[in-house]
């Protein structure tokens, strides 16, 4: 089962990003650390397997 945006907004949060800014339904967050900005679409639904991962080992995550 794949994460829902705000889970994945709260496990970055947990991990040293802050909000940045967002434009429409995406959200920029950025980690003043290791300088990585990720930007992440704001849905309802889940996100898409691909997106979480890609999300996740740009973020140092996984």
Request: hydrophobic share 40%; proline share 5%; aromatic share 4%.
């Amino acid at each position: 089962m794949t994460m829902k945006p705000k889970e994945m907004v709260r496990l970055l949060k947990q991990n040293g990003f802050i909000e940045k800014s967002q434009q429409g339904s995406h959200l920029k967050m950025y980690n003043p650390f290791t300088k990585v900005t990720i930007i992440i679409p704001i849905h309802v639904r889940e996100m898409k397997k691909g997106l979480e991962i890609a999300i996740l080992k740009k973020a140092g995550l996984k």
